[in-house]
Nanobody
Framework: QVQFVESGGGLVQAGGSLTLSCVAS???????IGWYRQAPGKQREWVIS???????MYADSAKGRFTVSRDNAKNTVFLQMNNLKPEDTGVYYC????????WGQGTQVTVSS
């Protein structure tokens, strides 16, 4: 089954930017990939998804600030996050959207005010 490895998180001030990467262990062509996050003390939530052809879907919290892209040849999905807010703090994961595989370790994003 596909395994995902997320990276690129860190500590950033409010208003700053980060780019996260997610590398899959096998070919993800034709599969919808999503980014999810889990804030401290809260349930994991969906943030954004991208279809193989590049069509994207955004949660309201991500609209206008987050951009998702993918490189199918490298089995990699990216999440560009701009104008970060403290409420964006959490562990970010990628996984399927409409299909799922065991969750990876995620990458921690901390936004200071």
């Amino acid at each position: 089954q596909v395994q995902f490895v997320e990276s690129g998180g860190g500590l950033v001030q409010a208003g700053g930017s980060l780019t996260l990467s997610c590398v899959a262990s096998e070919d993800i062509f034709g599969r919808i990939i999503g980014w999810y996050r889990q804030a401290p003390g809260k349930q994991r939530e969906w943030v954004i998804s991208i279809r193989s052809a590049g069509d994207t879907m955004y949660a309201d919290s991500a609209k206008g600030r987050f951009t998702v892209s993918r490189d199918n040849a490298k089995n990699t999905v990216f999440l560009q996050m701009n104008n970060l807010k403290p409420e964006d703090t959490g562990v970010y994961y990628c996984n399927g959207a409409g299909w799922f595989t065991p969750w990876g370790q995620g990458t921690q994003v901390t936004v200071s005010s």
